[in-house]
């Protein structure tokens, strides 16, 4: 499968501890985005970057979450000192730069449970 | 900045009836657009998308979307809903060549119900 994978599909964790999700995007892909999509609502743009360069930043990600994408290819967001308002799914979501090629594939998403 | 609204949080169809969508943008640049389409303990999937090419423009499963830049609208439609459309909509707007904002902007989603 050449899509978009993440690991792992779910977390559950006590309140307090810190987790760290990693996403694989589509190989040629260039852009790699993180999103964050709670109960009953559209996905909530958290970061983005293009190639190792994180790009833009919400004012979602709080000073406990960071992201990296060392090499240009994978990704991983780790959120410390979890909360249970950090309950939610994460996606990830690769895309092509380029004119037109804003078209984004999405991962499955990794479901984080705080207890 | 970009944003769109889906004007409605729950749409409920009979199977065989048409289907209509709705979504509405902003956005202070010519906005790519697009509709995905989430189903239950699935990935997000994409419909369809427009960017500037015609405004008409077609999607997998049959769906639809016209791009109507006097009304900022671009609603989603279907002629006829089978069971298995039954699922979460998302309208999304992007800014082209990255703009200042590299982002996709999500609308809240339209719950999609078909009954037998």
């Known amino acids: 499968d050449t899509g978009v994978s993440q690991d792992p599909r779910h977390k559950i964790t006590k309140r307090g501890q810190n987790v760290t999700f990693r996403c694989d995007p589509i190989?040629?892909?260039?852009?790699l985005y993180w999103y964050r999509q709670t109960l009953g609502q559209g996905p909530e743009f958290l970061t983005y970057?293009?190639?190792?360069?994180?790009?833009?930043k919400s004012r979602l990600l709080s000073d406990r979450f960071s992201a990296e994408r060392p090499k240009g290819s994978f990704s991983t967001l780790e959120i410390q000192r979890t909360e249970q308002g950090d309950s939610a799914m994460y996606l990830c979501a690769s895309s092509l730069e380029g004119i037109g090629n804003t078209e984004a594939f999405f991962g499955q998403g990794t479901r984080l449970t705080v207890v | 900045a970009q944003s769109v609204t889906q004007l409605d949080s729950h749409v409920s169809v009979s199977e065989g009836t048409p289907v209509l969508l709705r979504c509405n943008y902003s956005?202070?640049?010519?906005?790519?657009l697009f509709w995905y389409v989430q189903h239950p303990n699935k990935g997000l999937q994409l419909l369809l998308k427009y960017t500037s090419a015609a405004t008409l423009v077609k999607g997998i499963n049959g769906f639809e979307a016209e791009f109507k830049k006097s009304e900022t609208s671009f609603h989603l439609t279907k002629p006829s809903a089978h069971m298995s459309d039954a699922a979460e909509y998302f309208c999304v707007v992007s800014a082209p060549y990255g703009g200042s904002q590299g982002n996709l902007i999500f609308g809240k989603g339209t719950k999609l119900s078909v009954k037998p």
């Open positions: 190989s040629e892909h260039n852009r």
């Open positions: 970057f293009q190639n190792e360069a994180q790009l833009e």
């Open positions: 956005s202070s640049y010519s906005p790519s």
